[in-house]
C-alpha cells in the first residue's frame, strides 16, 4: 500500500466531509464514465496489437490478444449481471 491509500483510508474513517465529497453521487458517476471510456480505449488498443501481430505474422501474441478482446465483453457482461442482483 502506499502512503496516498492510507491516508486516503484514514481519512474515509476520520473525517465525514471527507467522506461525503468521495461518496458524492456526482464523483462517483465521473469515475464510473472515466472507467467506461478507459476500457473502451484499453481494447481499441488491444485490437491495434493484434492487428500488428497479425501482420508482424506473430502468431501466439495475436491470439493471446485476440482471446483477451474476446474475453473482456463475457466479463463485462458476467460482473454487471452479479451487480444488478446484489442491488
Known sequence: MSHVQILHNKMMKNDADYK?????ERNILIK???G???NMVNTVLLGLATVIFICLDYVIPA???????TVQ????I???TMLEKKM
Open 32 to 34: 464510473e464514465k472515466a
Open 36 to 38: 467506461n471510456v478507459t
Open 20 to 24: 461525503i465529497s468521495v461518496m458524492d
Open 63 to 69: 491470439i493471446i490478444t485476440g482471446t483477451i478482446i
Open 73 to 76: 465483453p463475457i466479463i463485462l
Open 78 to 80: 458476467t460482473i454487471s
